[in-house]
């Protein structure tokens, strides 16, 4: 009885997680506070030694205080947060408008057009989704647009950054399954680009064929003189741009590393910020003090996430995880699928964070084993799969009832949007990722196709 009870303590332990994390405590406690509690109770049952609680801290130390690898996060978070404030989207998205006036559904289009330039230049979710749902959502509602339209766009061109480059959760992914991260980078680029584009294919048949979801606009948007126009776009336009060049090319280019063009990056958006007149001293500190209780929540969930994986592993989880999935006698297509399926499940219930530093350490040793035959090169089944589990982590943002996005979005939306509008809103996009995610899979190349053509 004793023994069979030691042998589920990893399946407790993870139940016992899962029921704590809808309880609104901090997932960073919850993480560590869970490890902890099983360690102890697993020195009970004598199948954990006090001693091993040590080596909790030098894992936390050697895994996330000397990583050089995760130096790049706070700086992204910083030059996300400083391009937020100084006014650089708000101008994009009004030179998108002009551009795009005379195309059905142009607004939407530029909507999802801006969240493509500023997902390669922050990947902070929360911040785009939110910048974007007060600088559009308004404009939108007062062209008469569709409000599940409206709202659904948003939402889902928001939540580009967690896919396209410098993605934070590319970052972590990287560093969690030992491969490079600007590999990771280069896989990530065209599945990125792929969304972007099935997105606004989608949006501009729609208004096409049904123009009363998206009103034209003004022809006399906008400036007056081609000149005028120039200026605008040389003005608000082409400074992102620039600077998304600078960053993910100095990294593709082998110049420099991605901690290093992190801190391009973050330099980028304060000339940025400078050019545009808003590098105040209250932005700076408004910036300095939002940058940096992100971090403190992203390595708080790493320190929580690192007791947590070590203890479930000194319990034997990982042994535990490895049965079962052989047990099902999958082979690696199953065993893909299977992982999909559970992925996919858990984003309408946590958020990237949990999922990633929970389910990925566990099924990472897995991903070395599969094998998919002339399908799939060998050496290259982990950033594919690495960027198939990027894709259908987006949908953890959209999909209700607790899609991290769609909270975003209400938070500062109006009030005559409703909440069922917005998960109405987001059902064709997140079937689109779906299409997507089917795609990637059915044409691995498209993920493969730079990293090889590049790192050769």
Known sequence: MTMDFVTLLPVIMFATLALLLFSGFPVAFVLGGVGLAFGFIGMAFDVFSFIEFFNIISRIWGGVCENLILVAVPMFIFMGTMLERSGVANDLLYCLQVLLRRVPGGLALSVTIMGTIMAATTGIIGASVVMMTLLALPVMLDRKYDPSLATGTIAAS??????????????????????????????????????????????????????????PLSDDLGPKTKSELWIMIFRSFLPPIFLILCVLGSIFAGVATPTEAAAVGALGSIILALFNKRLTKTVIKSVTERSALTCAMIFGLFIGATAFSYVFRSLGGDDLIHHFVESLGLGSWGILFFMMGMVFLLGFFFDWVEITLIVLPLFAPILATLDFGTHLDPTMVIPWVAVLIAVNLQTSFLTPPFGFALFYLKGVAPKSIKIQMVYKGIIPFVLLQLVGLITIILFPELVLWLPTKLLD
Not at 158 to 179: C, K, Q, R, Y
Not at 186 to 206: D, S
């Open 158 to 215: 928001g939540t580009l950054g967690i896919l396209i480059p410098p993605s934070i959760m590319l970052v972590i992914m990287a560093d969690l399954l030992s491969i490079s991260v600007g590999t990771l980078f280069l896989a990530a680029v065209i599945p990125g680009l792929l969304l972007a584009f099935i997105y606004t294919i989608y949006i501009y048949l729609r208004t096409k064929f049904n123009p009363s979801l998206a009103p």
